[in-house]
């Protein structure tokens, strides 16, 4: 086997483990993402509920005086 054919061979089997990586990195990132929009679902529904909470107990937090260090 000649030198560039030998060359060639590597930068085969170098690209194919890129493909690979790339590929496995495509999957987590899209994983990610689907557990990222879920948990900002999850935090915009919590809010959601404390606020509604808030409200059923007379709570107003703009109404409550400033902390003492204030």
Same mark, same amino acid.
């Given at each position: 086997? #000649?030198? &560039? @054919?030998?060359?060639?061979? @590597?930068? @085969? =089997?170098?690209? !194919?483990? &890129?493909?690979?990586a790339v590929q496995?990195? !495509? !999957? =987590?990132?899209?994983?990610? #993402?689907?557990? &990222?929009?879920?948990? @900002?679902?999850? =935090?915009?529904?919590?809010? #959601?509920?404390?606020? !509604? ?9 703009? #109404?409550?005086?400033?902390?003492p260090h204030y």
């Amino acid at each position: 086997m #000649s030198d &560039i @054919e030998q060359r060639l061979a @590597e930068l @085969e =089997v170098r690209l !194919t483990f &890129i493909d690979d990586a790339v590929q496995a990195l !495509t !999957t =987590v990132d899209a994983e990610q #993402s689907q557990r &990222i929009a879920a948990l @900002e679902r999850m =935090v915009r529904d919590l809010r #959601s509920e404390l606020a !509604t909470v808030r409200t059923g107990q007379g709570h107003d937090p703009h #109404s409550e005086p400033p902390p003492p260090h204030y």
